[in-house]
């Protein structure tokens, strides 16, 4: 397996996010793209990652607390937004 970039994190999260919403609406579970949102901002909380561009800079830091507050975001929507409609 290859290591996991900045671009394959966005990427991962926005397949990650449309199989679930395709799976919600071919079984009618609405909660399953709540799991995909929470799913998503795990893995961006336990494993964070930065643009290749701000590795090794003072940036870094900033990057990574960013990718952070993104992922507690996508939990937040994940716990809070009922798409079971």
Same mark, same amino acid.
């Given at each position: 397996?290859? *290591?996991?970039?900045? $671009? /394959?994190?966005?990427? =991962?999260? =926005?397949?990650?996010?449309? #199989?679930?919403?395709?799976? &919600?609406?071919?079984?009618?579970? %609405?909660?399953? #793209?709540?799991?995909?949102? @929470?799913?998503? %901002? ?6 964070? =990652?930065?643009? !290749? /561009?701000?590795?090794?800079? $003072? /940036? !870094? *830091?900033? &990057? +990574?607390?960013? #990718? ?6 996508? @939990? +937040?929507? %994940?716990?809070?937004?009922?798409? =079971? #409609?």
């Amino acid at each position: 397996m290859e *290591k996991l970039t900045f $671009d /394959r994190l966005i990427l =991962v999260g =926005v397949i990650l996010i449309a #199989v679930g919403h395709g799976l &919600a609406f071919l079984l009618h579970a %609405g909660f399953l #793209v709540n799991l995909a949102w @929470i799913l998503y %901002g795990g893995l961006c909380l336990l494993h964070p =990652v930065c643009p !290749e /561009r701000w590795k090794n800079s $003072d /940036r !870094e *830091k900033n &990057a +990574v607390l960013g #990718v952070r507050i993104a992922g507690s975001l996508c @939990i +937040v929507i %994940g716990l809070l937004t009922s798409f =079971v #409609v």
